[in-house]
């Protein structure tokens, strides 16, 4: 059963203004250090950070929550599957909101062209 559905879309040339003027900033701040190596070895870096900052905020709109419940985007990590699809990884406040709704699942689609990075997620579980 979806208990929730997020999308999240960003222009990649924006995403490169925001790495240009505080990167390391923003890299601390949103991404996980397994996402800030991946980034490095990425054949196009502002893409991926792009698309992963993307997932994330479709994450978390999946859940239908402010930012007033003490989440953090660094609780929500996008590892390569073995085929290479995102496999989102919640830690944190993130668990235990999945736990608290008894979810099973996070389902993440990621995708980039041109100028931009898309991400739809949803939130699954119940019967």
Partial sequence: M??????????????????????KVFMDKVLTSYERERSETHHDRVAYVAMTFAAKEAIFKT???GWETGVQLKE???????????????TGRFLELVS????????????YDGDYAIAVATLAGGE
């Avoid at 085929?83 to 919640?90: K, N, T």
């Avoid at 008894?102 to 993440?108: M, P």
Wanted: no cysteine; aromatic share 4%; net charge negative.
């Fill in 76 to 90: 929500i990590e996008v590892r390569d599957g073995e085929w290479g699809e995102p496999i989102p990884v919640l």
């Fill in 2 to 23: 979806v208990m929730g559905i997020g999308v999240d879309i960003i222009a990649i040339s924006r995403m490169r203004d925001i790495l240009e003027t505080s990167g």
């Fill in 100 to 111: 608290e709704r008894k979810a099973t699942r996070v389902l993440l689609s990621l995708s």
């Fill in 63 to 65: 859940f239908g929550i």
